[in-house]
């Protein structure tokens, strides 16, 4: 039998949610998913010592700022990972800039372009940005360009939608956060994997997509347990930490296929105007605080490593 990794990629495509390179090349990814806390274990790891200690040297000849160079070090990171795995490595916009749709534009531009001169072409990185209102107008914008997005941080139909319309290239709905917050809610330790909120909304989502023809990839986020994933098997992507792919790797049960295209309901078009989705996020209290604790968390996060970086630099 073949273990439950193995079946999952034959109906997924597995991300891995990590920047560990001994865990990327274990587990062999087709693509990788960063955030802030990940490119901070990446330079907390020996392995990762030389690629720092180069960076780092490279910058203070050039005169970089300490929040310059920790820009160039999420870069470097994602660089060296574009040679693990044949797919995609998302890059994350700084937090900060979720509320601000041209300076979001502009993070990226540079964040590509910092990839260009290392040789290292567009078609390899997805363009991370939280799924705020001014997020997936910064996704709009960089579509056009040729520039493909991964939308984070999401938690509502009125996202989901939102991004649909603006012709983002991949979302990552986060499946453990929102079953966090529910079970925090209802006062429970857990939920059966038909019953699980996170779960629950990312098969709707999917089938909304299916429904109405919408290219848009999903990728599911943030799991809490294998239960979760299992559940969501045929979803588009499913990015995955590596205790939870270590543990589908020793997995030899059988895995049906949950979602599939052929079997979406036909859920009717949801027309999404800027008042809509700022109704529909502030009536949805989970999707407003989550949302609202992701960014400060994720700023939280590039905040130490700027910090990281100045104390390397001073060294």
């Not at 040679?83 to 995609?88: D, E, F, N, S, T």
């Not at 996202?159 to 429970?188: E, H, M, N």
């Not at 800027?274 to 949805?284: I, L, Q």
Request: glycine share 6%; net charge negative; charged share 25%.
């Amino acid at each position: 039998m073949k273990s439950a990794l193995d079946q999952l990629r034959d109906m997924t495509t597995v991300v891995a949610d990590t920047g560990d390179v001994a865990a990327v090349k274990t587990y062999a990814p087709v693509d990788c998913t960063t955030n802030p806390s990940i490119v901070l274990a990446a330079l907390k790891d020996p392995a990762s010592e030389a690629l720092t200690a180069r960076e780092i040297e490279a910058g203070k000849t050039a005169g970089k700022s300490t929040e310059e160079l920790a820009a160039t070090l999420t870069v470097a990171v994602g660089a060296e990972l574009t040679k693990l795995v044949p797919g995609r490595v998302s890059t994350e916009v700084d937090a900060r800039l979720s509320f601000d749709t041209e300076a979001s534009v502009a993070r990226a531009r540079a964040i590509i372009a910092d990839y260009d001169a290392r040789g290292i072409g567009r078609e390899r990185i997805l363009i991370k940005l939280a799924s705020t209102w001014e997020g997936i107008r910064a996704a709009e914008i960089l579509q056009k360009e040729g520039i493909d997005c991964n939308l984070t941080l999401l938690f509502s139909m009125a996202q989901a939608v939102a991004c649909a319309d603006a012709g983002a290239f991949l979302i990552s709905p986060f499946v453990g956060r929102i079953t966090d917050w529910y079970k925090k809610a209802q006062g429970v330790d857990g939920f059966a994997p038909e019953e699980d909120p996170g779960v629950l909304s990312v098969r709707r989502i999917y089938d909304y997509y299916k429904s109405n023809g919408i290219d848009t990839v999903v990728m599911g986020a943030s799991f809490r347990n294998v239960e979760q994933i299992k559940a969501l098997a045929g979803c588009d992507n499913l990015t995955i930490a590596p205790k939870l792919l270590d543990i589908l790797a020793k997995d030899e049960t059988a895995l049906p296929r949950v979602l599939s295209p052929e079997t979406a309901s036909g859920a009717a078009p949801i027309p999404m105007e800027e008042a809509t989705f700022r109704w529909e996020m502030n009536a949805d209290a989970m999707a407003t605080e989550k949302l609202a604790e992701g960014i400060r968390n994720f700023d939280a996060d590039h905040r130490k490593l700027i910090a990281m970086v100045a104390e390397k630099m001073s060294a």
